[in-house]
């Protein structure tokens, strides 16, 4: 498809003036955009709060050093066309993954590891490295030397958090209700006090006449993402006498912190929480709450109940509500919150490490289970993985729209490292963030991670005294995430890059450190880069090379024109970019920055202008 097809038929004469009309009205639109990046900095009255941001930003002495530059929002082409396992450069990767993971196995600390690399087309790699049930010590019992494999099940312990986040959402989408209803609306008995430790210390406050406006507003979101103020498990453990040297205060705490509370009441909870003041206020920083999460399992089933015009026939409980709205939709069959009665053949499923052994066995209640009671196995876990990584995958719990909503941090923490969401715990690996999720038991350790730029997820699940999941997850990351993005770039480049023309017009576009960049865009003899970035203070000048931003629509992008002035300005990261993007100028009811590929075939739409790939 070529300009032609854009252009209505006239006799050659009216057409050619039609041409140089066009011409002109699309160099007076781009001009104006170029004015208007170049003329708001110089007016401070009309464009205070963008300037002001940016003069913040480029005048700012920071005393430590930060990484340069602003990673662009690519296009994620794997969400739709993931790699296939059969690529010798994936059976490479698998093959060096598969050698750590047996040598890290056959270490005295490790009783079993099981691990899955997951795409939106299923498994990618899969290895299990161990023994089934580590605590028997018969070699006559196939058990004790029975491997583990993708339905082998493990104690993921908190990353049941994860599935009662997801049952929030779930809810919400339908209509039961809202990421910021107050806790109290769904538990009455939710009264925290607003005071602190000092008056609570000396005795000056009286939380009974504490009116509703004192009170801290505690919403479900908080709950969620670990920032309502709420200890981590409640009621605590009083342990005596403090300090001691006595060791057996010391493993008494320790039992006690291990124990997480469980087996407390409701009740409880409620006493405990309206006596104790909070760790911090709401939304001051993150305080990693067990009591959160349960809170928030609770709420979810009296939300679910109150919308229900039958509610004893509802869930009364977490287990029943997760089996009905989760387990059971995607088709889990091997996670459950309580060990199956002797007979259940999902027993002999079931890893048991070689210490600790006891703990495979041990009931949450209905109370904890929210924030760690849940059994589940990698091929059940993968099905869930694939459903959160492809935008199109059917039989999904929550919608896309959803999935990227959640996929967002709530905190950031100082060194912009890490940052923490709902439940999410999200840290680097590689190049790449990651959407995290973590548990500890013990005997029983799990890390369950979301790579959304590659759409790739990866599941460790160990049974042994190793707690160090997230080594193993990172060591896994190093041998395969590099792979899937060279993949990944070299596909962008097939489908993007090169020289696309229509006569004399032009748009060179190519990748540069992973980035997609248009290096020249002709236009009827109008150099448009350099037009948008000079405006008329230098016609001359060429145009230099613009990032292109992928909006997430397939095939769309915005170009990253940024300030000139500021784009390579050191710590100055994204900023000129996300402020400038759709200066509000349209050409054709088209913005001067988007361009998009349709059926092979690139288009600059407020130009006018379609462009075919070349030679």
Avoid at 465 to 472: L, P, S
Avoid at 526 to 552: C, H, I, Y
């Amino acid at each position: 498809m070529g300009l032609q097809e854009t252009v209505v038929e006239c006799p050659p004469s009216q057409q050619q003036q039609k041409q140089k009309r066009t011409a002109s009205k699309a160099m007076k639109w781009v001009a104006c955009a170029a004015l208007f990046i170049w003329f708001l900095p110089q007016h401070s009255e009309i464009g205070a709060p963008f300037v002001d941001t940016l003069s913040l930003v480029q005048s700012s002495v920071w005393p430590f050093e930060r990484a340069p530059g602003c990673k662009p929002h690519s296009p994620n082409l794997f969400a739709y066309h993931p790699p296939r396992p059969s690529d010798e450069r994936i059976v490479k990767a698998s093959a060096d993954l598969d050698k750590y993971l047996s040598g890290r196995a056959s270490k005295d600390d490790i009783d079993s590891i099981s691990v899955g690399i997951v795409t939106p087309a299923g498994i990618l790699f899969e290895g299990g490295y161990g023994i089934l049930k580590a605590n028997e010590t018969d070699t006559e019992n196939n058990n004790s030397t029975t491997p583990v494999d993708r339905n082998t099940i493990y104690r993921i312990a908190s990353i049941s958090k994860m599935f009662t986040v997801l049952e929030t959402l779930i809810l919400r989408e339908k209509g039961a209700l809202s990421w910021d209803d107050p806790v109290e609306k769904y538990l009455p008995e939710f009264a925290p006090p607003s005071h602190g430790w000092a008056n609570y210390m000396d005795g000056r406050y009286d939380s009974t006449i504490q009116t509703q406006a004192e009170r801290p507003h505690v919403s479900l979101r908080q709950l969620a993402s670990h920032l309502a103020g709420i200890g981590r498990d409640y009621p605590p453990e009083d342990i005596g006498e403090w300090p001691t040297d006595s060791s057996n205060g010391i493993s008494h705490f320790h039992l006690q912190n291990m124990m997480g509370g469980l087996g407390h009441s409701y009740e409880d909870i409620m006493e405990a929480i309206a006596q104790n003041p909070l760790v911090n206020v709401p939304y001051e920083f993150p305080i990693y709450s067990n009591t959160g999460i349960n809170l928030l399992g609770l709420s979810n089933i009296a939300a679910n109940a109150l919308s229900s015009n039958v509610s004893a026939a509802e869930p009364q409980t977490h287990k029943e509500l997760i089996e009905r709205d989760i387990f059971e939709p995607l088709g889990f069959n091997s996670s459950f919150f309580q060990v199956p009665p002797a007979g259940s053949p999902l027993r002999k499923h079931i890893a048991v490490a070689s210490k600790d052994s006891e703990w495979v066995d041990v009931w949450f209640g209905d109370v904890d289970d929210p924030c760690g009671g849940q059994y589940s196995s990698l091929s059940d876990l993968a099905i869930l993985m694939k459903t959160l990584l492809s935008p199109t995958a059917r039989g999904s719990v929550i919608s896309a729209p959803v999935v990227r909503e959640w996929l967002r941090p709530l905190h950031v923490w100082g060194n912009s490292q890490q940052q923490v969401g709902a439940p999410w715990e999200i840290t680097s690996l590689g190049d790449f963030r990651a959407y995290t999720k973590g548990g500890n038991l013990p005997g029983h350790h799990s890390e369950f991670a979301i790579v959304p730029e590659l759409s790739v997820g990866l599941i460790v699940l160990v049974t042994g005294t190793y707690a160090d999941t997230t080594t193993i997850l990172k060591e896994s990351a190093k041998r395969i995430l590099p792979v899937l993005d060279k993949m990944h770039n070299e596909q962008v480049e097939k489908q993007y890059t090169g020289k696309w023309t229509n006569g004399d017009d032009v748009a060179e576009v190519t990748l540069v450190k992973g980035a997609l960049t248009m290096k020249r865009l002709i236009v009827r003899g109008v150099d448009v880069l350099s037009q948008v970035q000079n405006g008329f203070t230098d016609l001359r000048s060429k145009g230099e090379p613009v990032q292109m931003w992928a909006t997430g629509v397939p095939g769309e992008f915005r170009l990253a024109i940024g300030r000139k002035g500021l784009n390579k300005v050191k710590d100055v990261g994204c900023m000129p970019y996300w402020v400038s993007l759709d200066p509000g100028l349209y050409a054709r009811g088209a913005p001067l920055d988007v361009v998009y590929w349709r059926r092979g075939v690139l288009t600059y739409p407020s130009a006018g202008v379609s462009f075919s790939r070349g030679d």
